[in-house]
């Protein structure tokens, strides 16, 4: 049994992907983090003596600290954070435990790097409907949740990631982008590690609407008709993104719990 200030694999992996999930830092030592240089997803790397710097800016927030085995590292820098009032658990288990309880892990060297902030930078076209609303939800949900969204003319997308190191995608002729039949968020799925299955089942909604192929999905057709609408309700894309997350956590948890739910009026006896 874990215990109070600990959370299960189990219990992480349920809130993984929606609005609740915790703040993820991992505070693994170098020598073990080399070892397998992976992140649970979201997480980042902060060093554990360095804790308490952080504890300004995790106030009022849900905070995990991860590291190799779920020990002296991740207990001690956790409860650092505790007395300074920040609410805080450790990973039963730490990385390890997740790992070998199957859950996704993300390949560090395939994050971006990060600007002065801590945040990835990422650029794409204005104007955005749906593979453009659906990657950004992504990576705030699994990869970076702080992660900047630069917007701007088709043109000048690539000058724009040039000049101010951002990574661009979307667009054509760069690495994030469709390949195939396959739309953007396919390939931050496989890029990504984040294959699984409510994920991928998610992925072909949003390829249906992307790419006006709506017989993949029944779903997608849905999709396309509110991301149109959303494109239309927000001049500002920022705000758009914003107002669009969580169409996609529903379309999310739908996809990861609900496929299996119908419902029907007249109410059938005995249904709710």
């Not at 609740?20 to 983090?33: A, G, H, R, S, Y």
């Not at 390939?187 to 089942?201: D, G, I, N, V």
Request: with cysteine; glycine share 6%; proline share 7%.
């Amino acid at each position: 049994m874990p215990s109070p200030t600990e959370i299960t694999v189990s219990q992480l992996s349920r809130l993984m992907g929606t609005p609740n999930t915790p703040t993820l830092i991992d505070v693994c030592i170098d020598e073990d983090f080399e070892r397998d240089l992976r992140f649970i997803p979201s997480a980042f790397r902060h060093p554990a003596k360095d804790i308490a710097a952080l504890a300004p800016s995790l106030k009022n927030k849900d905070v995990v600290v991860i590291c190799q085995k779920g020990k002296k590292m991740s207990q001690g820098a956790a409860a650092i954070l505790r007395a300074h009032n920040v609410k805080t658990e450790t990973l039963e288990g730490g990385n390890f435990a997740w790992r070998d309880a199957g859950e996704p892990m993300i390949p560090a060297a395939k994050l971006p790097p990060r600007n002065a902030f801590g945040q990835t930078v990422w650029v794409t076209r204005h104007r955005p409907k749906i593979d453009r609303i659906a990657c950004p939800w992504l990576i705030r949900r699994f990869v970076d949740p702080n992660a900047q969204f630069l917007f701007v003319a088709p043109s000048e997308v690539l000058s724009v990631a040039d000049k101010f190191n951002a990574t661009p995608f979307d667009v054509e002729d760069v690495f994030w982008s469709h390949r195939g039949d396959n739309c953007t968020f396919d390939t931050m799925l496989e890029e990504f590690a984040l294959q699984s299955k409510p994920l991928l089942h998610l992925a072909t909604i949003i390829r249906g609407a992307d790419t006006d192929k709506l017989d993949l999905s029944p779903q997608s057709a849905g999709l396309l008709a509110a991301s149109l609408g959303f494109s239309r309700m927000y001049r500002d894309d920022l705000t758009q993104l914003d107002m669009s997350m969580g169409l996609y956590d529903a379309f999310y948890r739908w996809s990861r719990d609900a496929k299996g739910e119908t419902h029907d009026w007249p109410q059938t006896p005995g249904k709710v």
